[in-house]
């Protein structure tokens, strides 16, 4: 078996195609961490450790100070698994060899911006994707409904997630779901402020999916009705183990998996396609952030040569 004999970290910083909000901060450039791992058979393998402002709890600064501290005990075969998640996960990519260039065969085209923009936006598409995902509780719940009419009758076939980021009460929910053809509706992932709410929810015939509940470590998933599927970050949710976990459980309940991006960089999200495909084959992945991202390149695998926005930050 092969053992990995050095290590070395890089600092990746990306511009953004245009600037992007993250809980009330905004942000023109993706920063991440790039884990190396070289092994004693000679092969190179990679991750990305990238917390995302605003959502990871981490910040990058204590990304890097945990990853070099484990990574130096993974030299030393004293690892455990890191407790940040964006670390976890990005060591645990490079540890793994997880793909590079795989790439996502589908995904769910993210629609975001104001309602004129979006329905510009879908007029302008030369073919309708398959699916679609849309954020809703941000705006008053007519004005919603009402764009989401608007969206159904230009994409009459397309499937839609709909994503509420626990942005509404009970109340509200239901309104919103007794107020729209649901027809075309795949779930809300986490439509209500409580979990106790979005199992309510679920009851009253609304499809519903879990995602921010997933990234809270000692969460234990249940199945109730109307849970239909997990919408799984790894960046947020951590270690490879704790992602197999959560695909295990939802294969059992026959619950659906989404492998889910967070802006990370081609490196990442190429990783994440690789996931999707493990783990999801037949579900399309929410891999659609890329191209908030400046196109770069990828580590050369056969020349293992280095894309020039990679700086060194630390080797062991
Ligand atoms: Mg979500």
Same mark, same amino acid.
């Given at each position: 078996?092969?053992?990995?004999?050095?290590?070395?970290?890089?600092?990746s910083?990306?511009?953004?195609?245009?600037?992007?909000?993250?809980?009330g901060?905004q942000?023109?450039?993706?920063?991440?961490?790039?884990?190396?791992?070289?092994w004693?058979?000679?092969?190179?393998?990679?991750?990305?450790?990238?917390?995302?402002?605003?959502?990871?709890?981490?910040?990058?600064?204590?990304?890097?100070?945990?990853?070099?501290?484990?990574?130096?005990?993974?030299?030393?075969?004293?690892?455990?698994?890191?407790?940040?998640? $964006?670390?976890?996960?990005?060591?645990?990519?490079?540890?793994?060899?997880?793909?590079? /260039?795989?790439?996502?065969?589908?995904? /769910?085209?993210?629609?975001?911006?104001?309602?004129?923009?979006?329905?510009?936006?879908?007029?302008?598409?030369?073919?309708?994707p398959?699916?679609?995902?849309?954020?809703?509780?941000?705006?008053?719940?007519?004005?919603?409904?009402?764009?989401?009419?608007?969206?159904q009758?230009?994409?009459?076939?397309?499937?839609?997630?709909?994503?509420?980021?626990?942005?509404?009460?009970?109340?509200?929910?239901l309104?919103?779901?007794?107020?729209?053809?649901?027809?075309?509706? $795949?779930?809300?992932?986490?439509?209500?402020?409580?979990?106790?709410?979005?199992?309510?929810?679920?009851?009253?015939?609304?499809?519903?999916?879990?995602?921010?509940?997933?990234?809270?470590e000692?969460?234990?998933?249940?199945?109730?009705?109307?849970?239909r599927?997990?919408v799984?970050?790894?960046?947020?949710?951590?270690?490879?183990?704790?992602?197999?976990?959560?695909?295990?459980?939802?294969?059992?309940?026959?619950? $659906?998996?989404?492998v889910? /991006?967070?802006?990370?960089?081609?490196?990442?999200?190429?990783?994440?396609?690789?996931?999707?495909?493990?783990? /999801?084959?037949?579900?399309?992945?929410?891999?659609?952030?890329?191209?908030?991202?400046?196109?770069?390149?990828?580590?050369?695998?056969?020349?293992?040569?280095?894309?020039?926005?990679?700086?060194?930050?630390?080797?062991?």
């Amino acid at each position: 078996m092969a053992h990995p004999i050095a290590a070395s970290l890089f600092y990746s910083k990306v511009p953004l195609t245009q600037p992007l909000t993250w809980r009330g901060e905004q942000k023109d450039q993706r920063e991440a961490a790039i884990v190396q791992l070289n092994w004693d058979n000679g092969e190179v393998s990679w991750g990305e450790i990238a917390p995302l402002p605003g959502f990871s709890k981490e910040s990058l600064q204590q990304a890097i100070d945990s990853a070099r501290y484990h990574l130096r005990a993974l030299l030393d075969q004293t690892n455990h698994v890191a407790p940040e998640p $964006s670390v976890a996960f990005g060591i645990d990519c490079a540890l793994q060899s997880i793909d590079i /260039a795989a790439e996502p065969s589908q995904r /769910a085209m993210l629609l975001q911006g104001e309602p004129a923009e979006i329905l510009e936006k879908i007029e302008l598409m030369p073919k309708l994707p398959r699916c679609i995902k849309l954020k809703v509780s941000r705006a008053p719940l007519p004005q919603e409904i009402k764009l989401l009419e608007a969206i159904q009758a230009q994409m009459p076939v397309t499937q839609i997630r709909l994503d509420a980021n626990q942005g509404w009460k009970f109340e509200d929910a239901l309104s919103f779901f007794r107020g729209i053809n649901a027809e075309q509706l $795949s779930f809300i992932e986490e439509p209500c402020d409580t979990l106790a709410a979005t199992v309510c929810l679920g009851a009253s015939g609304c499809p519903v999916a879990l995602d921010e509940h997933l990234q809270d470590e000692m969460f234990t998933p249940t199945a109730f009705e109307g849970l239909r599927a997990l919408v799984i970050k790894p960046t947020l949710v951590g270690s490879l183990a704790r992602c197999q976990q959560l695909v295990d459980w939802a294969k059992q309940h026959k619950i $659906s998996v989404v492998v889910s /991006a967070s802006y990370e960089s081609s490196l990442g999200t190429s990783q994440l396609a690789a996931l999707a495909q493990r783990w /999801a084959p037949s579900e399309i992945p929410g891999l659609d952030t890329l191209h908030y991202l400046q196109p770069h390149a990828l580590p050369d695998t056969a020349g293992q040569n280095l894309p020039s926005h990679w700086q060194p930050l630390w080797q062991s």
